[in-house]
């Protein structure tokens, strides 16, 4: 019960300080739009613009630049509180529509590129913990941190040009080919490359963390009495090692959640899939306040709620940790 209550703290405490991280990120985005160099008025008339005559286009000015950013932040906010965010002048449509159609695959990005890493980065630890002072180990670990210091955006370049350019085998971008419906094969096969290209730049930290956290607690007391009662080293390093080497592991997901959702973003965009992604770079060019506020704080509160799911996994599965002290 005591757990419970530190917990349920824990959960207040995280929610209470996302209100004012929610104003701030939301004043900030109001503020950078406002001060950016484009054109608002030729990126909403897009090809439009060298056919508008003067007093046309000084009404589209007028419209979609024209507010100063305070009092356009305050009328998103209070119209926000009513459940009303806006209408989007690059998607044509309410933001809530806009975001309610490109979330999901923004998510679907994100939770496939972790499951991914995770898949490879457990055993690329284990192999390395087995012999730590090994060429193998020397050679995953060198190559982890090698790729740890390539961009989430360079790699994406990097395999488009190798396996989509180079080898053909997966497509460039898109969600499906150019006609084809949104079948499962075709949505899986177009997110090959982004979902590799977000693994990526997550498996040197996450594995890199187990390689250590392994190596630590494979000659420990309790795992050389394991292997004295006869317990076999795969069912040792499954029971006895990967369980204690996860727990600082998952305490640095949460950490490096919003890193997640930055990559992908950037990812979204040079494969062009559907995501958020592309919908804030495309009103941050065309200084779409609302959609870019509503994104952004969405993707905040993603990345917020889920360093708070990290952080409970962590109380939940480790009674050494204070809940009171994250």
């Known amino acids: 019960m005591t757990r419970t209550v530190a917990a349920l703290r824990l959960t207040g405490r995280r929610l209470g300080w996302a209100v004012p991280l929610v104003v701030l990120v939301s004043l900030a985005v109001f503020a950078l739009a406002a001060a950016s160099p484009t054109d608002a008025a030729s990126a909403f008339l897009g090809a439009r613009d060298e056919f508008t ?23 998103w906010v209070t119209g926000a509180l009513a459940g009303d965010l806006g209408t989007s002048t690059t998607g044509r449509a309410p933001v809530a529509t806009v975001v ?54 360079l790699v994406a370049l990097v395999l488009v040009g190798v396996l989509s350019l180079g080898l053909g085998w997966f497509p460039a971008g898109g969600l499906t080919d150019p006609g084809a419906p949104a079948t499962a094969a075709q949505v899986g096969t177009h997110l090959a490359l982004p979902v590799l290209a977000v693994a990526a730049s997550q498996l040197p930290w996450m594995a890199l963390h187990l390689h250590r956290g392994m190596a630590e607690h494979l000659r420990t007391p309790s795992t050389q009495a394991a292997r004295l009662r006869g317990v076999a080293e795969w069912r040792v390093m499954l029971r006895h090692v990967l369980p204690t080497a996860a727990v600082p592991t998952l305490a640095i997901a949460g950490a490096r959640l919003p890193e997640v959702v930055a990559g992908s973003v950037l990812v979204e965009e040079i494969f062009s899939w ?40 962590l109380v939940r599965i480790d009674p050494r940790t204070d809940a009171d002290a994250l």
């Open 274 to 313: 559907p995501g958020l992604g592309g919908a804030l770079v495309d009103a941050a060019l065309a200084q779409d306040f609302t959609l870019l506020a509503a994104s952004t704080v969405l993707l905040v509160l993603v990345a917020v709620v889920g360093g708070l799911l990290a952080d409970l996994c």
């Open 100 to 153: 309610a159609v490109r979330l999901p695959w923004t998510l679907l990005l994100m939770v496939t590129g972790l499951a991914v890493s995770i898949a490879v980065a457990v055993p690329v630890a284990m192999l390395a913990a087995l012999r730590p002072h090994g060429a193998l180990a020397r050679l995953l670990t060198g190559g982890l941190w090698a790729l740890s210091a390539v961009p989430a955006f």
């Open 53 to 75: 005559g003067g007093t046309a286009r000084g009404g589209v000015e007028g419209i979609v630049a024209g507010t100063p950013w305070l009092d356009a932040w305050w009328r």
